[in-house]
């Protein structure tokens, strides 16, 4: 029996970056075949992503990825395993130096990205697939340019249609980010509550759409700024695993969020996409565009943005580039599509 070979995808980040980086799946299984073992290290929130998924073996989780590999045991037994099994590739897409000893001190006939090489990510109109992209071209280029886009695997629809309202048409709505809680530019991502407000009256004014409100476990309280709830509108906050958010948005007529870990989970698997962006770079952190999706960047294109990172943020107490961006203009691209 032909020997496997493994190979080793470091990219512990948060969901959307994670999303990102499975662009990189297809291309390692077009080089090495079906025989290849995948493994991957996350963190555990965004482990569920690979749950469903058989091209990815095993997942390592890091709860901790800061500490040196001989005071984390999660590190450790990374390289524990590889002195027992060495790996044929192990691919650092990571660009900071939490990883440099795990890939250092591995056994693996392959070591591409750091701390061998720093590929930067700064290319104002590069997207995040497309630098993850650049470091798997050091060990690999020759592979089929449309398959290397964001792959994620949901579950199937069948087993969802008794446990969520999915049978009818619908939208999905995104009303929250992982900074949504924060005040002043540190809530630089989020879409004030009125204006999601204002457009859930406008789909069911206006369409017969029904609408679901998607969100982690951590976002209840925040989702009852959307009760009482109208009959068409239903609460899924913290109700959904990630395989199943995946095929919910993959039946949707269409997908709006900010920019988060759910517009990224959006553009791998729904058709329609309203992007909502104000301080970010959406060259580099909107949903990736493929074959299989639309994409509509939701943008005043302010002169000051994108000003994440920048004194600006800081001296604009309300966020004004998201703000002004009406429910009228959301609509709109809804309506486009």
């Known amino acids: 029996m032909k020997q496997k070979k493994r190979v080793l995808i470091i990219r512990c980040g948060l969901l959307g970056d994670t999303v990102d980086a499975t662009s990189v799946i297809n291309p390692i299984v077009e080089f090495f075949g079906k025989n290849v073992e995948i493994s991957w290290v996350s963190k555990p929130e965004s482990s569920q992503l690979f749950e469903l998924d058989e091209r990815i073996k095993k997942v390592y989780i890091l709860r901790h990825t800061k500490l040196p590999f001989f005071l984390n045991v999660d590190k450790f037994l ?23 000893d795990v890939v250092r001190f591995s056994r693996s006939h392959y070591k591409i990205g750091m701390p061998y090489k720093y590929i930067n990510d700064d290319i104002f109109e590069e997207h995040r697939v497309n630098h993850q992209l650049r470091i798997l071209n050091e060990f690999f280029s020759g592979y089929d340019k449309k398959y290397a886009i964001p792959s994620i695997v949901g579950k199937k ?26 005040e002043n530019y540190r809530g630089y991502r989020s879409w004030p509550i009125k204006n999601w407000v204002d457009l859930i009256k406008k789909i069911l004014k206006q369409t017969q759409l029904n609408i679901l409100l998607v969100g982690s476990k951590n976002e209840e309280k925040y989702f009852k700024n959307f009760y009482p709830l109208n009959s068409r509108v239903f609460d899924l906050s913290g109700k959904t695993t990630i395989s199943e958010l995946i095929t919910i948005m993959q039946h949707s007529q269409c997908v709006v969020a900010t920019d988060s870990g759910s517009v990224h989970v959006a553009g791998a698997s729904a058709k329609n996409i309203v992007s909502i962006h104000g301080p970010t770079n959406y060259f580099q952190s909107a949903p990736y565009k493929t074959p299989m999706n639309n994409i509509k960047i939701a943008t005043l294109n ?36």
């Open 157 to 182: 629809k069948k087993e969802l249609e008794d446990i969520f309202p999915i049978k009818n048409k619908y939208i999905v709505l995104c009303p929250t980010n992982s900074h949504f809680e924060n």
């Open 302 to 337: 302010l002169e000051c943005s994108p000003c994440y990172d920048t004194q600006a943020i800081k001296e604009c107490p309300i966020n004004k580039c998201m703000y002004d961006l009406d429910a009228d203009t959301i609509f709109d691209y809804i309506k486009s599509f």
């Open 78 to 100: 990374i390289i524990l395993n590889s002195l027992f099994k060495p790996f044929d590739l192990i691919l650092n897409l990571e660009i900071g130096n939490k990883f440099n």
